[in-house]
């Protein structure tokens, strides 16, 4: 299995909502990537797991919570946001975090605030 | 701090033209080096990667690009478009900080 999996492909969600995203692979990577990717702009890193722990946060407001429930699972869990967090969600993984590893991305998320 | 930059932001060739995009990158230690690209709709797709070695590397589709140390460059080429390469191109820099950073992008648009 060489795949990211990222589930649910499309979340449209309000305001109050609380929601999660999901991301799933079994390659064996032991680093796990969050992005952010508006409309004809390049994606954003917000955050970096390294052996399952957080170790990047690109100052990502508090309503996005990532977790990493195992090396396979990374979620992102969304609470309170807003119509400008509209965009699509990437997850990516790769063997290790840093140089002389491939990065393997996922088809993303496509979320929509009202 | 780890950065990229894409020159060109809007290219516009024929079919058969020949493509080059620029791209700079800015870290002062040892890097991977990578070029993406996104067709419409669609998600990211790695054309082809830099880690070590030949600095002129060989991707998918017939897209090369060539690593320039003295230059903080990896431009990426092809001799021939076509119709079908009409999309978003990302140049990307990953270092030993874990960061993978993406530069602003080039839409390319091949005309029939």
């Known amino acids: 299995d060489t795949e990211v999996t990222q589930t649910p492909k499309h979340l449209v969600m309000g305001m109050t909502n609380k929601k999660s995203l999901k991301c799933e692979q079994h390659?064996?990577?032991?680093?796990m990537y969050w992005y952010k990717q508006k409309a004809k702009k390049p994606p954003e890193l917000m955050f970096v797991?390294?052996?399952?722990?957080?170790?990047i946060n690109e100052s990502v407001p508090s309503r996005f919570s990532p977790e990493c429930p195992n090396s396979s699972l990374l979620n992102l869990h969304l609470h309170a946001l807003q119509p400008e967090d509209s965009a699509l969600y990437l997850c990516?993984?790769?063997?290790?975090?840093?140089?002389?590893?491939?990065?393997?991305f996922g088809s993303g998320t496509r979320l929509t605030v009202v | 701090a780890q950065s990229v930059s894409q020159h060109n932001h809007h290219v516009i060739l024929s079919e058969a033209a020949s493509l080059e995009l620029g791209c700079n990158y800015s870290?002062?230690?040892?890097?991977?080096l990578f070029w993406y690209v996104q067709y419409p709709g669609q998600h990211l797709q790695l054309l082809l990667k830099?880690?070590?070695?030949?600095?002129l590397v060989k991707g998918i589709k017939g897209f090369e690009a060539e690593f320039i140390k003295s230059k903080f460059s990896f431009n990426l080429r092809k001799p021939s478009v076509q119709w079908s390469d009409t999309a978003e191109y990302f140049c990307?820099?990953?270092?030993?900080?874990?960061?993978?950073?993406f530069g602003q992008g080039t839409t390319l648009q091949v005309k029939p």
């Open positions: 990516a993984s790769s063997t290790l975090p840093g140089i002389n590893y491939g990065y393997t």
């Open positions: 390659m064996g990577h032991r680093a």
């Open positions: 797991y390294s052996y399952e722990k957080l170790s």
């Open positions: 870290y002062g230690g040892t890097v991977n």
């Open positions: 830099y880690f070590s070695g030949d600095p």
């Open positions: 990307a820099v990953a270092s030993n900080t874990g960061k993978l950073i």
